[in-house]
Protein backbone atom coordinates (compact mmCIF):
# COMPACT_ATOMS: atom_id res chain seq x y z
CA UNK A 1 0.00 0.00 0.00
CA UNK A 2 0.94 3.30 -0.47
CA UNK A 3 -0.29 6.45 1.09
CA UNK A 4 1.24 10.64 1.50
CA UNK A 5 2.88 11.05 4.98
CA UNK A 6 1.23 13.84 7.17
CA UNK A 7 4.05 16.10 6.14
CA UNK A 8 4.00 16.01 2.59
CA UNK A 9 6.78 13.61 2.31
CA UNK A 10 6.42 11.76 -1.12
CA UNK A 11 4.39 8.37 -1.14
CA UNK A 12 6.56 5.39 0.58
CA UNK A 13 5.64 1.38 -0.05
CA UNK A 14 5.32 -0.80 3.80
CA UNK A 15 8.58 -1.68 4.27
CA UNK A 16 10.89 0.67 1.53
CA UNK A 17 12.22 4.12 2.09
CA UNK A 18 13.45 6.57 -0.15
CA UNK A 19 16.66 7.96 0.42
CA UNK A 20 17.95 11.83 0.97
CA UNK A 21 21.07 12.89 1.36
CA UNK A 22 19.69 15.48 4.12
CA UNK A 23 17.82 12.65 5.64
CA UNK A 24 14.07 11.60 5.18
CA UNK A 25 10.74 10.17 7.12
CA UNK A 26 8.91 7.11 6.94
CA UNK A 27 5.76 6.11 8.79
CA UNK A 28 3.52 3.08 9.47
CA UNK A 29 0.66 2.20 7.21
CA UNK A 30 -2.66 5.34 7.03
CA UNK A 31 -0.64 7.46 9.20
CA UNK A 32 -2.07 9.08 11.28
CA UNK A 33 -4.77 6.95 10.74
CA UNK A 34 -5.23 3.76 12.19
CA UNK A 35 -2.55 0.90 10.73
CA UNK A 36 -4.58 -2.11 9.34
CA UNK A 37 -4.18 -5.55 10.77
CA UNK A 38 -1.78 -8.42 9.95
CA UNK A 39 1.21 -5.99 8.38
CA UNK A 40 5.09 -6.75 8.76
CA UNK A 41 7.20 -3.88 7.21
CA UNK A 42 10.71 -3.64 6.88
CA UNK A 43 13.06 -0.06 6.86
CA UNK A 44 16.81 -0.70 6.18
CA UNK A 45 18.34 3.05 6.44
CA UNK A 46 22.12 3.16 4.87
CA UNK A 47 24.19 5.59 5.56
CA UNK A 48 27.32 7.22 3.42
CA UNK A 49 30.84 5.82 4.57
CA UNK A 50 32.16 6.93 7.59
CA UNK A 51 29.14 8.51 8.76
CA UNK A 52 26.02 7.25 11.30
CA UNK A 53 22.04 7.28 11.44
CA UNK A 54 19.99 9.08 13.70
CA UNK A 55 16.17 8.00 13.97
CA UNK A 56 14.09 10.15 16.07
CA UNK A 57 9.68 9.03 16.57
CA UNK A 58 7.43 11.59 16.31
CA UNK A 59 5.44 12.33 19.54
CA UNK A 60 2.36 11.49 18.17
CA UNK A 61 2.73 8.02 18.68
CA UNK A 62 0.45 5.24 19.57
CA UNK A 63 0.82 1.15 19.03
CA UNK A 64 -1.07 -1.23 20.97
CA UNK A 65 0.37 -1.98 24.28
CA UNK A 66 1.47 -5.48 25.49
CA UNK A 67 3.85 -6.58 27.89
CA UNK A 68 7.28 -7.33 26.67
CA UNK A 69 5.58 -5.63 23.38
CA UNK A 70 5.01 -9.17 22.43
CA UNK A 71 1.94 -8.55 20.06
CA UNK A 72 1.94 -5.02 17.47
CA UNK A 73 5.29 -3.46 17.83
CA UNK A 74 8.61 -1.58 16.49
CA UNK A 75 11.98 -3.48 16.81
CA UNK A 76 15.14 -1.25 15.39
CA UNK A 77 18.62 -3.45 15.30
CA UNK A 78 21.95 -2.15 14.97
CA UNK A 79 22.63 -3.37 11.80
CA UNK A 80 21.39 -3.96 7.83
CA UNK A 81 19.67 -8.03 9.23
CA UNK A 82 17.49 -9.04 11.17
CA UNK A 83 20.16 -10.75 13.51
CA UNK A 84 21.79 -7.58 13.66
CA UNK A 85 22.43 -6.71 17.34
CA UNK A 86 18.88 -5.21 18.77
CA UNK A 87 18.43 -1.87 20.14
CA UNK A 88 15.09 -2.54 21.61
CA UNK A 89 11.58 -3.24 20.60
CA UNK A 90 9.10 -0.40 21.17
CA UNK A 91 5.05 0.05 21.98
CA UNK A 92 2.38 1.81 24.28
CA UNK A 93 1.81 5.37 24.12
CA UNK A 94 5.17 6.77 24.97
CA UNK A 95 7.06 7.19 21.73
CA UNK A 96 11.03 5.76 22.28
CA UNK A 97 13.85 8.08 22.41
CA UNK A 98 16.22 9.50 20.01
CA UNK A 99 18.10 6.37 18.61
CA UNK A 100 21.74 6.21 17.22
CA UNK A 101 23.28 3.15 15.35
CA UNK A 102 27.16 2.57 15.61
CA UNK A 103 27.64 2.50 11.73
CA UNK A 104 25.71 2.71 8.10
CA UNK A 105 22.65 0.66 8.56
CA UNK A 106 19.84 0.47 10.78
CA UNK A 107 17.29 -2.26 10.55
CA UNK A 108 13.53 -1.20 11.92
CA UNK A 109 10.77 -3.75 11.69
CA UNK A 110 6.85 -2.68 12.40
CA UNK A 111 4.44 -5.59 13.24
CA UNK A 112 0.62 -5.61 13.47
CA UNK A 113 -1.37 -8.41 14.67
CA UNK A 114 -4.96 -9.09 13.76
CA UNK A 115 -6.52 -7.18 16.56
CA UNK A 116 -6.66 -3.87 18.33
CA UNK A 117 -5.00 -1.40 15.75
CA UNK A 118 -3.77 2.17 16.34
CA UNK A 119 -2.64 5.65 14.73
CA UNK A 120 1.50 4.16 14.53
CA UNK A 121 4.14 6.22 14.24
CA UNK A 122 6.03 8.75 12.16
CA UNK A 123 10.21 8.51 11.85
CA UNK A 124 12.70 10.88 10.90
CA UNK A 125 16.36 10.08 10.09
CA UNK A 126 19.41 12.12 9.56
CA UNK A 127 23.30 11.47 8.81
CA UNK A 128 25.89 12.39 11.44
CA UNK A 129 29.79 12.25 10.77
CA UNK A 130 31.18 8.42 12.42
CA UNK A 131 33.55 9.36 15.54
CA UNK A 132 35.31 6.35 14.41
CA UNK A 133 36.43 8.38 11.47
CA UNK A 134 36.61 11.83 13.24
CA UNK A 135 40.75 11.84 12.58
CA UNK A 136 40.16 11.00 9.09
CA UNK A 137 38.27 13.88 7.99
CA UNK A 138 35.63 13.87 5.55
CA UNK A 139 35.55 11.37 3.08
CA UNK A 140 36.77 12.54 -1.04
CA UNK A 141 34.32 11.92 -3.34
CA UNK A 142 33.90 7.89 -4.26
CA UNK A 143 34.83 7.64 -7.67
CA UNK A 144 32.26 5.43 -9.60
CA UNK A 145 32.72 2.11 -10.16
CA UNK A 146 29.92 -0.27 -11.89
CA UNK A 147 30.39 -3.76 -14.10
CA UNK A 148 27.94 -4.86 -16.42
CA UNK A 149 28.25 -8.72 -16.69
CA UNK A 150 26.18 -11.84 -17.51
CA UNK A 151 25.68 -14.78 -19.60
CA UNK A 152 25.80 -18.57 -18.71
CA UNK A 153 28.84 -18.51 -16.06
CA UNK A 154 31.39 -15.72 -15.44
CA UNK A 155 34.10 -14.43 -12.70
CA UNK A 156 33.68 -11.44 -10.68
CA UNK A 157 36.57 -10.14 -9.00
CA UNK A 158 37.83 -7.11 -7.15
CA UNK A 159 40.73 -7.21 -9.46
CA UNK A 160 38.67 -5.55 -12.17
CA UNK A 161 38.56 -1.95 -10.44
CA UNK A 162 42.38 -1.20 -10.68
CA UNK A 163 42.79 -3.45 -14.47
CA UNK A 164 39.61 -0.90 -16.24
CA UNK A 165 41.02 2.05 -14.22
CA UNK A 166 37.78 2.33 -12.16
CA UNK A 167 39.86 3.70 -8.89
CA UNK A 168 43.56 3.75 -7.99
CA UNK A 169 44.90 1.39 -5.28
CA UNK A 170 44.79 3.99 -3.42
CA UNK A 171 41.41 5.17 -3.14
CA UNK A 172 38.42 4.31 -0.99
CA UNK A 173 36.22 2.57 -3.40
CA UNK A 174 32.20 1.32 -3.36
CA UNK A 175 32.04 -0.33 -6.61
CA UNK A 176 28.83 -2.97 -7.81
CA UNK A 177 28.83 -5.53 -10.56
CA UNK A 178 25.16 -6.23 -12.27
CA UNK A 179 25.12 -9.81 -13.14
CA UNK A 180 22.10 -10.26 -15.38
CA UNK A 181 21.02 -14.11 -16.16
CA UNK A 182 19.00 -15.36 -19.14
CA UNK A 183 15.56 -15.28 -19.37
CA UNK A 184 13.36 -17.99 -16.97
CA UNK A 185 17.05 -18.50 -15.32
CA UNK A 186 18.15 -17.45 -11.79
CA UNK A 187 21.70 -16.45 -10.43
CA UNK A 188 24.22 -19.09 -8.54
CA UNK A 189 27.47 -17.25 -6.53
CA UNK A 190 30.23 -19.16 -5.51
CA UNK A 191 33.44 -17.81 -3.37
CA UNK A 192 36.73 -18.99 -5.10
CA UNK A 193 39.10 -16.29 -3.19
CA UNK A 194 37.95 -14.46 -0.29
CA UNK A 195 39.53 -11.99 2.22
CA UNK A 196 39.20 -8.70 4.16
CA UNK A 197 42.03 -6.84 5.20
CA UNK A 198 40.24 -5.34 8.18
CA UNK A 199 38.26 -8.87 9.58
CA UNK A 200 34.69 -8.04 11.42
CA UNK A 201 35.37 -4.32 10.41
CA UNK A 202 31.88 -3.75 8.30
CA UNK A 203 32.91 -0.08 8.98
CA UNK A 204 36.09 -0.44 6.89
CA UNK A 205 35.26 -3.12 4.16
CA UNK A 206 32.47 -5.67 3.16
CA UNK A 207 31.40 -7.70 0.60
CA UNK A 208 27.38 -7.52 0.01
CA UNK A 209 24.87 -9.38 -2.38
CA UNK A 210 21.39 -7.97 -3.48
CA UNK A 211 18.70 -10.11 -4.79
CA UNK A 212 16.61 -8.22 -7.64
CA UNK A 213 18.31 -4.39 -7.37
CA UNK A 214 20.68 -2.88 -5.58
CA UNK A 215 18.58 -1.05 -3.13
CA UNK A 216 18.87 -1.86 0.95
CA UNK A 217 15.69 -3.88 1.09
CA UNK A 218 16.85 -6.33 -1.57
CA UNK A 219 20.07 -6.90 0.54
CA UNK A 220 20.44 -11.10 0.54
CA UNK A 221 23.75 -10.89 2.16
CA UNK A 222 26.76 -9.40 3.53
CA UNK A 223 30.67 -10.77 3.83
CA UNK A 224 33.13 -8.55 6.45
CA UNK A 225 34.55 -11.75 8.30
CA UNK A 226 37.23 -14.23 7.64
CA UNK A 227 34.62 -16.43 5.56
CA UNK A 228 31.87 -15.93 2.91
CA UNK A 229 29.32 -18.40 2.27
CA UNK A 230 27.92 -19.45 -1.93
CA UNK A 231 24.63 -17.71 -2.34
CA UNK A 232 21.68 -18.87 -4.56
CA UNK A 233 19.57 -15.62 -5.69
CA UNK A 234 15.84 -16.04 -6.59
CA UNK A 235 15.78 -13.52 -9.53
CA UNK A 236 18.15 -13.28 -12.23
CA UNK A 237 19.40 -10.08 -11.53
CA UNK A 238 21.95 -10.31 -9.38
CA UNK A 239 23.94 -7.41 -7.46
CA UNK A 240 27.65 -7.59 -6.19
CA UNK A 241 28.58 -4.75 -3.82
CA UNK A 242 32.20 -4.16 -2.30
CA UNK A 243 33.13 -1.09 0.19
CA UNK A 244 36.67 -0.44 0.97
CA UNK A 245 38.22 2.64 2.63
CA UNK A 246 41.44 3.51 1.79
CA UNK A 247 43.16 1.40 4.46
CA UNK A 248 41.68 -1.32 3.17
CA UNK A 249 42.53 -1.75 -0.57
CA UNK A 250 44.25 -5.24 0.12
CA UNK A 251 40.48 -6.54 0.78
CA UNK A 252 40.23 -9.38 -2.22
CA UNK A 253 37.15 -11.59 -3.26
CA UNK A 254 37.02 -13.80 -6.29
CA UNK A 255 33.14 -14.74 -7.19
CA UNK A 256 31.88 -17.58 -9.56
CA UNK A 257 28.49 -17.05 -11.08
CA UNK A 258 26.09 -19.40 -12.96
CA UNK A 259 22.97 -19.18 -14.74
CA UNK A 260 20.53 -22.25 -13.90
CA UNK A 261 17.22 -22.78 -14.46
CA UNK A 262 14.76 -25.21 -11.97
CA UNK A 263 14.08 -28.61 -13.05
CA UNK A 264 12.50 -30.30 -15.74
CA UNK A 265 15.49 -29.30 -17.52
CA UNK A 266 15.79 -28.47 -21.61
CA UNK A 267 17.44 -30.61 -23.67
CA UNK A 268 20.72 -28.80 -24.28
CA UNK A 269 21.06 -28.42 -20.06
CA UNK A 270 22.57 -30.57 -17.21
CA UNK A 271 20.99 -31.88 -14.23
CA UNK A 272 22.95 -31.19 -11.31
CA UNK A 273 21.04 -33.16 -8.90
CA UNK A 274 19.72 -30.15 -6.74
CA UNK A 275 17.12 -28.31 -8.72
CA UNK A 276 19.47 -27.30 -10.54
CA UNK A 277 20.01 -27.22 -14.80
CA UNK A 278 23.11 -25.62 -16.26
CA UNK A 279 24.34 -25.30 -19.54
CA UNK A 280 26.04 -28.01 -21.08
CA UNK A 281 28.83 -26.35 -21.89
CA UNK A 282 29.57 -25.98 -18.23
CA UNK A 283 30.06 -29.39 -17.91
CA UNK A 284 33.60 -31.13 -17.60
CA UNK A 285 34.80 -27.09 -17.56
CA UNK A 286 37.22 -27.26 -14.84
CA UNK A 287 35.11 -25.22 -12.78
CA UNK A 288 32.48 -26.70 -10.69
CA UNK A 289 29.24 -24.98 -11.58
CA UNK A 290 27.14 -26.54 -9.15
CA UNK A 291 26.18 -26.41 -5.57
CA UNK A 292 27.53 -30.71 -5.77
CA UNK A 293 30.20 -31.41 -8.46
CA UNK A 294 28.30 -33.44 -10.40
CA UNK A 295 29.40 -31.47 -13.61
CA UNK A 296 33.15 -32.33 -13.06
CA UNK A 297 32.89 -35.86 -11.54
CA UNK A 298 34.17 -38.65 -14.52
CA UNK A 299 35.50 -35.79 -16.46
CA UNK A 300 38.80 -37.94 -17.13
CA UNK A 301 36.73 -40.92 -18.48
CA UNK A 302 34.83 -38.76 -21.09
CA UNK A 303 38.40 -36.55 -22.12
CA UNK A 304 41.52 -37.69 -22.93
CA UNK A 305 44.34 -36.72 -20.04
CA UNK A 306 47.05 -35.62 -21.91
CA UNK A 307 49.63 -32.56 -21.05
CA UNK A 308 47.59 -29.49 -23.00
CA UNK A 309 44.52 -30.54 -20.90
CA UNK A 310 46.19 -29.89 -17.89
CA UNK A 311 47.98 -26.82 -18.72
CA UNK A 312 46.20 -23.69 -17.40
CA UNK A 313 47.33 -20.03 -18.67
CA UNK A 314 49.69 -19.53 -15.59
CA UNK A 315 50.93 -23.11 -14.92
CA UNK A 316 52.07 -22.24 -19.27
CA UNK A 317 53.04 -18.71 -18.88
CA UNK A 318 55.91 -20.20 -16.28
CA UNK A 319 56.92 -23.15 -18.12
CA UNK A 320 57.28 -21.08 -21.09
CA UNK A 321 59.19 -18.33 -19.31
CA UNK A 322 61.54 -20.74 -17.60
CA UNK A 323 62.40 -22.26 -20.92
CA UNK A 324 63.35 -19.01 -22.45
CA UNK A 325 65.42 -18.58 -19.54
CA UNK A 326 67.57 -21.72 -19.74
CA UNK A 327 67.66 -21.79 -23.42
CA UNK A 328 69.24 -17.98 -23.16
CA UNK A 329 71.89 -18.92 -20.25
CA UNK A 330 72.81 -22.37 -22.48
CA UNK A 331 73.60 -19.67 -25.41
CA UNK A 332 75.48 -17.23 -23.17
CA UNK A 333 77.41 -20.35 -21.74
CA UNK A 334 78.96 -21.76 -25.38
CA UNK A 335 79.65 -17.96 -26.75
CA UNK A 336 81.60 -17.10 -23.70
CA UNK A 337 83.33 -20.54 -24.50
CA UNK A 338 84.72 -19.44 -27.75
CA UNK A 339 85.20 -16.29 -27.22
CA UNK A 340 87.54 -17.40 -24.09
CA UNK A 341 91.12 -17.24 -25.25
CA UNK A 342 92.90 -20.58 -25.01
CA UNK A 343 95.81 -21.98 -22.97
CA UNK A 344 98.64 -23.18 -25.04
CA UNK A 345 100.67 -26.01 -22.99
CA UNK A 346 104.16 -26.73 -24.00
CA UNK A 347 105.49 -30.10 -22.79
CA UNK A 348 108.15 -29.99 -20.95
CA UNK A 349 111.24 -31.81 -21.50
CA UNK A 350 113.30 -33.65 -18.21
CA UNK A 351 116.38 -32.16 -17.17
CA UNK A 352 117.38 -35.61 -16.72
CA UNK A 353 117.01 -38.91 -18.45
CA UNK A 354 117.56 -42.07 -16.11
CA UNK A 355 118.50 -44.53 -19.03
CA UNK A 356 121.18 -42.01 -20.20
CA UNK A 357 123.14 -43.23 -17.20
CA UNK A 358 123.97 -46.62 -15.71
CA UNK A 359 124.91 -45.95 -12.24
CA UNK A 360 127.68 -48.26 -10.73
CA UNK A 361 127.84 -48.05 -6.99
CA UNK A 362 131.34 -48.60 -5.72
CA UNK A 363 132.37 -49.77 -2.28
CA UNK A 364 132.62 -46.95 -0.02
CA UNK A 365 136.22 -46.62 0.53
CA UNK A 366 136.74 -45.67 -2.70
CA UNK A 367 136.78 -42.03 -4.38
CA UNK A 368 135.88 -41.28 -7.73
CA UNK A 369 138.01 -39.03 -9.73
CA UNK A 370 136.20 -37.97 -12.87
CA UNK A 371 137.76 -36.87 -16.26
CA UNK A 372 135.03 -34.97 -17.73
CA UNK A 373 135.71 -33.26 -21.68
CA UNK A 374 133.97 -31.49 -23.90
CA UNK A 375 134.34 -33.75 -26.67
CA UNK A 376 135.14 -37.55 -26.80
CA UNK A 377 137.68 -38.70 -24.16
CA UNK A 378 141.15 -39.03 -23.94
CA UNK A 379 143.24 -42.19 -24.85
CA UNK A 380 144.37 -44.32 -22.34
CA UNK A 381 147.77 -43.87 -23.65
CA UNK A 382 147.96 -40.29 -22.87
CA UNK A 383 146.04 -40.83 -19.21
CA UNK A 384 148.62 -43.41 -18.22
CA UNK A 385 151.56 -41.20 -18.84
CA UNK A 386 149.58 -38.47 -16.57
CA UNK A 387 149.69 -40.65 -13.99
CA UNK A 388 152.91 -41.82 -14.19
CA UNK A 389 154.44 -38.38 -13.90
CA UNK A 390 151.82 -37.59 -10.74
CA UNK A 391 153.07 -41.05 -9.29
CA UNK A 392 156.92 -40.10 -9.55
CA UNK A 393 156.31 -36.31 -7.91
CA UNK A 394 154.40 -38.05 -4.79
CA UNK A 395 157.89 -40.71 -4.58
CA UNK A 396 160.05 -37.94 -4.10
CA UNK A 397 157.33 -35.17 -2.28
CA UNK A 398 156.51 -38.23 0.69
CA UNK A 399 158.42 -41.05 2.62
CA UNK A 400 155.33 -42.86 3.24
CA UNK A 401 151.86 -43.00 1.65
CA UNK A 402 150.05 -45.55 3.33
CA UNK A 403 149.79 -47.69 5.77
CA UNK A 404 149.11 -50.93 5.33
CA UNK A 405 151.89 -51.00 2.16
CA UNK A 406 154.49 -50.82 4.51
CA UNK A 407 153.31 -53.22 6.71
CA UNK A 408 153.30 -51.06 9.85
CA UNK A 409 150.91 -52.18 12.54
CA UNK A 410 151.09 -48.86 14.56
CA UNK A 411 150.33 -47.22 11.18
CA UNK A 412 147.20 -49.19 10.91
CA UNK A 413 146.17 -48.74 14.22
CA UNK A 414 146.90 -45.03 15.03
CA UNK A 415 146.96 -43.37 11.54
CA UNK A 416 143.81 -41.14 10.05
CA UNK A 417 143.21 -40.40 6.30
CA UNK A 418 142.61 -37.09 6.97
CA UNK A 419 145.78 -35.99 9.03
CA UNK A 420 149.10 -35.40 6.93
CA UNK A 421 152.32 -33.88 8.46
CA UNK A 422 153.69 -30.17 8.30
CA UNK A 423 156.21 -31.79 6.24
CA UNK A 424 154.28 -33.21 3.33
CA UNK A 425 152.07 -30.37 3.51
CA UNK A 426 155.03 -28.08 3.02
CA UNK A 427 156.64 -30.31 0.60
CA UNK A 428 153.56 -30.57 -1.46
CA UNK A 429 152.83 -26.78 -2.04
CA UNK A 430 157.24 -26.72 -3.20
CA UNK A 431 156.10 -28.72 -6.19
CA UNK A 432 155.89 -27.01 -9.21
CA UNK A 433 152.38 -28.21 -11.29
CA UNK A 434 153.20 -30.14 -14.63
CA UNK A 435 151.52 -28.67 -17.60
CA UNK A 436 148.55 -31.85 -18.46
CA UNK A 437 148.18 -32.57 -22.16
CA UNK A 438 144.52 -31.65 -23.35
CA UNK A 439 142.40 -34.36 -23.80
CA UNK A 440 141.76 -35.34 -26.73
CA UNK A 441 138.53 -37.60 -27.05
CA UNK A 442 138.21 -39.47 -30.21
CA UNK A 443 135.59 -41.58 -28.74
CA UNK A 444 131.85 -40.66 -27.09
CA UNK A 445 132.86 -42.43 -23.65
CA UNK A 446 133.89 -41.20 -20.65
CA UNK A 447 137.04 -42.88 -18.57
CA UNK A 448 136.78 -42.93 -14.41
CA UNK A 449 139.93 -43.55 -12.33
CA UNK A 450 139.70 -44.78 -8.68
CA UNK A 451 142.59 -43.98 -6.77
CA UNK A 452 142.92 -45.51 -2.69
CA UNK A 453 144.88 -43.26 -0.58
CA UNK A 454 145.23 -43.74 3.38
CA UNK A 455 147.40 -41.34 4.92
CA UNK A 456 148.80 -41.53 8.22
CA UNK A 457 151.48 -39.64 10.11
CA UNK A 458 153.10 -42.37 12.10
CA UNK A 459 153.27 -44.97 9.12
CA UNK A 460 155.44 -41.39 7.55
CA UNK A 461 157.66 -41.49 10.14
CA UNK A 462 158.09 -45.29 10.22
CA UNK A 463 158.84 -46.18 6.78
CA UNK A 464 159.40 -45.15 3.06
CA UNK A 465 157.76 -46.41 0.15
CA UNK A 466 158.61 -46.59 -3.68
CA UNK A 467 155.70 -47.87 -5.09
CA UNK A 468 152.04 -46.62 -5.28
CA UNK A 469 149.10 -48.81 -6.08
CA UNK A 470 147.73 -48.30 -9.30
CA UNK A 471 144.18 -49.24 -8.75
CA UNK A 472 142.05 -50.27 -11.87
CA UNK A 473 139.91 -47.39 -13.57
CA UNK A 474 135.80 -47.99 -13.97
CA UNK A 475 135.02 -47.08 -17.07
CA UNK A 476 130.62 -45.79 -17.24
CA UNK A 477 129.33 -45.11 -20.78
CA UNK A 478 127.27 -42.25 -21.68
CA UNK A 479 124.21 -41.39 -23.52
CA UNK A 480 125.71 -40.74 -27.10
CA UNK A 481 123.60 -37.59 -27.08
CA UNK A 482 126.01 -34.52 -26.95
CA UNK A 483 123.67 -32.65 -24.78
CA UNK A 484 123.17 -35.16 -22.31
CA UNK A 485 127.36 -35.78 -22.03
CA UNK A 486 127.24 -31.91 -21.47
CA UNK A 487 124.97 -32.20 -18.28
Not at 3 to 23: D, I, L
Not at 170 to 188: L, N, Q
Not at 205 to 212: I, K
Amino acid sequence: EKQTTSEGQKPVQCGTWTKYAEGGIFTSPNYPNKYPPDRECVYIIEAAPRQCIELHFDEKYSIEPSWECKFDHIEVRDGPFGFSPIIGRFCGQQNPPMIKSSGRFLWIKFFADAELESIGFSARYNFTPDPDFKDLGVLKPLPVCEFEMGGPEGIVESVQIVKEGKASETEAVDCKWYIRAPPRSKIYLRFLDYEMQNSNECKRNFVAVYDGSSSVEDLKAKFCSTVANDVMLRTGLGVIRMWADEGSRNSRFQMLFTSFQEPPCEANAFFCHSNMCINNTLVCNGLQNCVYPWDENHCKEKRKANLLDQLTNTSGTIIGVTSCIVIILIVLSIIVQIKQPRKKFVQRKTDFDQNVFQEVFEPPHYELCTLRGTGTTADLADVADDFENYHKLRRSSSKCIHDHHCGSQVSSIKGSRSNLSTRDASVLTEIQPQPVKPLVQPMNRRNILVMKHSYSQDAADACEIDEIEEVPTTSHRLSRHDKSVQR
